[in-house]
């Protein structure tokens, strides 16, 4: 099954669970923050709430009308941001289960959606070649902030307290200074379809289409290193690193899952867990323990 000495890392390479449920392939899932609990979303229109530990659906979110790409989830558990096919970010009561807000605005499918480290503001992506910023105290529909610099889809993106960096089909990963407005960009030359932050923040993880994993140095924009040997060409697919930023992590379009030494690349271990293309990969925050999920319809939990 595995392959590769992880030179006695612990790595999560056992099945745990297996989250049977949604209809056709599950397009992302997501850690809560504090690793509890996640949330999946997919082509059958649906977010589901599981406690993956115990392999237990716990709850099912109905009101988008197309494919969910993207779900997020506060800090305190309360509120959900979702967003996919029908051009609409979706703001939840979590408890609930209700649609608090849809902000509208986005002129095509929405890739991506984060909240920010407040939760104050959602931040989407989308294949109008623009990044938006919504305001979820504000009964206003409209975006509060529009960054439409890219040239092509904007497929990811991640936040800090001061920045807004997203990745783009155009090639580019983008740095927003939302303070001084300032925006930095790194061209890689390869479509990127998903970025990922290294924990201690100083790098960022970009997957490109041309199969391979780029490592850039967030201060510098130097390319620190490639990570090779997965397919990925025609899939939004997720990658990471795991919580220690000793490995990296993604999957391929073949149902394999690797992870990559973060120093030398070298691959560490790869193993195939789905039968189909592996669309996302997320990392618990604190123990040895990944979510994977996949066109095949399951979302799986790892642990060593």
Same mark, same amino acid.
């Given at each position: 099954m595995a392959s590769g000495g992880s030179g006695g890392v612990e790595l999560p390479r056992k099945e745990a669970n297996v989250l049977k449920g949604h209809e056709g392939p599950v397009l992302a899932v997501r850690f809560n923050g504090d690793g509890n609990y996640c949330l999946s979303c997919g082509k059958d229109r649906t977010l589901r709430l599981w406690n993956p530990h115990r392999g237990i659906h716990i709850k099912t979110y109905k009101s988008h009308g197309r494919e969910i790409r993207d779900v997020h989830v506060t800090s305190d558990n309360a509120k959900l941001c979702s967003c996919g096919g029908d051009r609409q970010i979706f703001y939840w009561d979590v408890s609930t289960g209700r649609v608090i807000r849809k902000f509208r605005g986005h002129d095509s499918e929405v890739n991506a959606v984060k909240f920010n480290a407040y939760d104050s503001v959602v931040v989407s992506a989308g294949y109008d070649q623009s990044v938006r910023a919504w305001d979820c105290r504000s009964q206003s529909t409209e975006p509060i902030q529009i960054i439409d610099t890219f040239q092509d889809s904007v497929m990811s993106v991640c936040l800090t307290k001061t920045e807004i960096i997203a990745g783009s089909v155009d090639g580019t990963v983008r740095t927003f200074d939302i303070r001084i407005g300032r925006e930095l960009v790194d061209n890689l030359g390869q479509a990127v379809n998903c970025?990922? =932050?290294? &924990?201690?923040?100083?790098? #960022?993880?970009?997957?490109?289409? +041309?199969? !391979?994993?780029?490592?850039? $140095?967030?201060?510098?924009?130097?390319?620190?290193?490639?990570?090779?040997?997965?397919?990925?060409?025609?899939?939004?697919?997720?990658?990471? =690193?795991? &919580?220690?930023?000793?490995? #990296?992590?993604?999957?391929?379009? +073949?149902? !394999?899952?690797?992870?990559? $030494?973060?120093?030398?690349?070298?691959?560490?271990?790869?193993?195939?867990?789905?039968?189909?293309?592996?669309?996302?990969?997320?990392?618990?925050?604190?123990?040895?323990?990944?979510?994977?999920?996949?066109?095949?319809?399951t979302v799986r939990v790892w642990k060593p």
């Open positions: 970025i990922s =932050l290294s &924990n201690d923040g100083n790098c #960022v993880l970009a997957s490109c289409l +041309d199969s !391979t994993l780029r490592l850039l $140095d967030r201060s510098t924009g130097e390319l620190l290193q490639e990570y090779k040997g997965h397919t990925c060409k025609s899939y939004k697919m997720d990658c990471c =690193l795991t &919580n220690t930023d000793a490995h #990296v992590t993604g999957g391929s379009e +073949d149902g !394999t899952i690797f992870f990559w $030494d973060l120093v030398d690349a070298s691959v560490v271990s790869s193993f195939k867990a789905h039968r189909s293309v592996v669309t996302s990969v997320n990392f618990h925050p604190k123990e040895c323990c990944m979510l994977t999920s996949s066109v095949d319809g």
